[in-house]
């Protein structure tokens, strides 16, 4: 790596010559080159590449980072993952044709800098306020035994791409749940996932998908030997917006002390979703390393619905149903989901009465990262069949198991 320190005195003078004060600020920097490949037969869009910084140890606090191909700047954020006020990783998405290489330059600097590179994803949690203002909040924690399902604004944090909008409950079921839309476009802020009569005559969206009790879109969940159970019993319920983009989006969902198969653990389910994406990346983290506690996901049964596994690891459904109770303002509406895990993980392949799903166990391991994805039949640019859909999944868990190879020297 390359250091170079920046100084710059600033002399204040009153009157002649009299001296006032004499401060000096230095700017610290380093650079480094970064080898993106994607020896792949598939050509990659919006390609996540993300650095861990808090395995580089810069030497300096980093608060803004330039990532170059050539003499064009990439967008790119940095991240405090950990709420500790230091950056940990950075991230950028790249297009990366087939067996293609690319060599970037990153500088990371000590120089604070406002991000100026426009939003490609958007997040939020709010306070309900009957009053229709609805506090925006970055955090909140909560005993185990209290319930703020209904004073939260959409029930949770609520994320999207331009493609697709997800929220996650706050509450013991923590479910992901989804938001369709008919054009490429971001609606959350304005909507609030709850679209007027005049936005939906505007084109916009809305809920597509009626949870109920299951597990909505591969929400991790507990098993009892029959059925997949929800996250009770925990000591605090957390969850935080860790990144609001511009390229990404993190959000943690955080239980302690949770009361499971004779232990009790402290686990995060981080949600990542890039620019670009309508899957979304779900990282699972334990304090302690997993014995042989066994845990269940997939996706909704709905009402009469079609489904599609590979028996190691991919499972999806294409189904139409009411989305919410309300069937007079509403149509039903059709969506197609899926759910691919790490095939080491899966111990059987099951279902339940209101899920497809896999039962999974990592023993020894402090944690394991799959993938959710979803279409909405309503969408311009997506999917219309059972067919497509269940062929766009099996060609979707190809790529994610072809990722591009990053490599860093100085």
Known sequence: MRKSISFILLLFVIGAGQI????LY?????????????DSSFDKEFEPVVICLNEMNPGFRVRSAVVRDGNLDISSQLDDLTGDGQVDELAFVLNMPAN??????????????????????????????????????????????????NQLHHHGPAFESELVAYRIYFDHKQTVDIY???????????????PTDEQLARGFGDDVLMVGGSCGLGTLKGWNGQKATHI?????????????????????VAVQDWEYQNTELDMTVRYILYAGHRDCEVQVFFTTPLENQTFA???????????????????????????????????????????????EII??????????????????TTGFTYHITFTSMKETFGYKTKEEWFGYVQEWKKRLSAPCQVSIRP
Not at 297 to 320: E, P, Q, R, Y
Not at 332 to 340: H, I, R, W
């Open 20 to 23: 006032l004060s004499l401060s």
């Open 100 to 149: 293609t290489c690319k060599e970037l330059k990153v500088e990371l600097s000590s120089e604070k800098k406002e991000n100026p590179y426009p939003a490609q994803v958007f997040a939020e949690m709010l306070i309900s306020d009957k009053r229709g203002k609805h506090p925006s909040i970055t955090s909140l924690t909560i005993p185990g035994s209290s319930n703020v399902y």
């Open 347 to 364: 111990r059987e392949e099951v279902a339940d009465n209101v899920n497809y799903l896999y039962t999974i166990e990592s023993p020894g």
């Open 26 to 38: 230095a700017q610290q920097t380093t650079s480094f080159m970064v080898e993106v490949k994607n």
């Open 232 to 252: 009770e019993s925990v000591r605090t319920l957390t969850e935080t917006i860790r990144a609001y983009g511009p390229l990404r989006t993190v959000v943690d």
């Open 180 to 194: 369709g839309k008919f054009n490429k476009g971001f609606e959350i802020e304005e909507s609030q996932f709850y």
């Open 297 to 343: 996901i997939g996706v909704i049964n709905m009402k009469d619905s079609d489904s599609f596994s590979d028996h190691a690891g991919l499972i999806a459904c294409w189904g139409t149903d009411w989305p919410v109770g309300d069937t007079i303002k509403y149509a039903k509406e059709t969506v197609g989901l899926a759910t691919c895990l790490p095939p």
